[in-house]
């Protein structure tokens, strides 16, 4: 039997005076709205968690290709030669240049088929590798667009965005004592309460990020469906016209041959101007016509911005920025967007307190449902299917996320989508054949086990190989997950037990 417990002093509402009316209105609201885009909603808080490491899981799924923490502008100017000459008529190469985050310089273009590529390159410019990470695509794609058409695709994201924001709001206006119980937990009396006390406590502990993630993410998703309006209104439906205001000092096309331009020069123009401001990018357009020309991205230190894009001509002059660090307030709260909902600044410790917090919200919506469907059963209303069903789905992601890694690891050549899709599935069946506890109990140890082989498998294909440090660092966290699932299953059985 549990021990008595005291019933806590209830706290002070925030908003004495609000009405019930108004409370139950918005409690109706915020329970409507989470039910409605509540799969979404997980899904998309599950997989953004993950997607904070994108750039770490292309480490770990590529470990042998060569960590540079700075490269030379010579170097860059024999990749990008190299690349092109796999295809001298490219209409463009995208350049990705080393940083923190990210050690390593690659090359996107295309081949004299028109296939695109991904080529790493080594210190001297050299290409080495061909890139090929699927899950850490898939995974990113998966966040981003949920693998829908990519217009489609940010738009549905972004309106689970502003369902997300708008549960938030109406969640806290609902619960007018939300932060001054902030630290109230009921323990060893119902579950229902239980739970939560504990939905609403993580809310509240976690509400700034909750904002800030679920604002920049409406934004970042509906901006296509931005673009358009904008186009419709200012530009007679003219969409590269608003592109172009983002741009920079725009450089008229002109397709007459002219030699290559000089990448390393034009970057070494550009550090002598700020030696302080590291590179991110180089977008070269039309390489060997007279209207090429490349925009470079650089960040300063200590600002939170996705960086300033300058714009160089083939002559390897500087023509302008395009106003990102330093144009107008609206300009640099765009620029903070994606780092901001990404957590790209700070380095690792913020990367972890993300994701900590990515995994929080998910619980949040996942216990936000399970509340909704215990207050259904107190009330007479029980549905058993759906309560199995929501566990079931639940629990499914970890298990789906592990199995594509394997499965992607090993190169089976199957889409990793495919294989996240086919579990979900197949996990989602278990709601028809045991109790919700049995289902969470037996999803949570299949998770386990997949997390645990997919950093063995990892392991195995890479012992005794030059490896980025970074691909043990998530070996060993993948190996930590599993151990906290398997605990998790451990305290579930002991206290049924009890």
Sequence with gaps: ???????????????????????????????????????????????????????????????????????????????????????????????RMPEPAYPRLSVHGDDAKGAEHTWFADASGKLVAEQRTPWTQFQAALHTVLHLPSSWGFFVVGLTGVALLSSLVSGVLSHPRVFKDAFAFRWGGSKRLQEADLHNRISVWGLPFHVVVSLTGAFLGLSVLIVGVLALVVFDGNREKVFALFSGPPVADDPRPAPVIDVAKGLAVLQAQNPKAGFNYIFVEHPGEAGQHMSVNRVTPGRLSRGETMIVDGNAKVLGAAGFEGGNLGMAIYSSLTPLHFGWFGGWPVKVAYFLLGLGLTAVTASGVAIWLARRRDKG???PRWERVWVAFCWSQPLAYGVSAIVALLATGLPPVAVWGGVTLLAAASAFLWTPAVISVRLRSASAVSLALVALVHLGLNTGKAVDPVAWILDASLVLGAVLLAASVWATKKSAAA
């Design 1 to 95: 039997m549990h021990a008595p417990q005291s019933k806590p002093k209830p706290g002070k509402p925030i908003w004495p005076k609000v009405p019930a009316g108004f409370v139950r209105a918005m409690l109706a609201g915020h329970s409507a709205l989470g039910l409605a885009f509540a799969a979404l909603i997980y899904l998309v808080c599950f997989s953004g968690a993950v997607a904070v490491f994108t750039s770490e899981f292309t480490r770990w799924e590529q470990p042998a290709v060569p960590v540079l923490h700075s490269v030379t502008p010579a170097a860059v100017g024999a990749a990008f030669e190299e690349t092109l000459a796999k295809n001298p008529k490219a209409h463009d190469l995208f350049i």
């Design 381 to 383: 209303r029980p549905a």
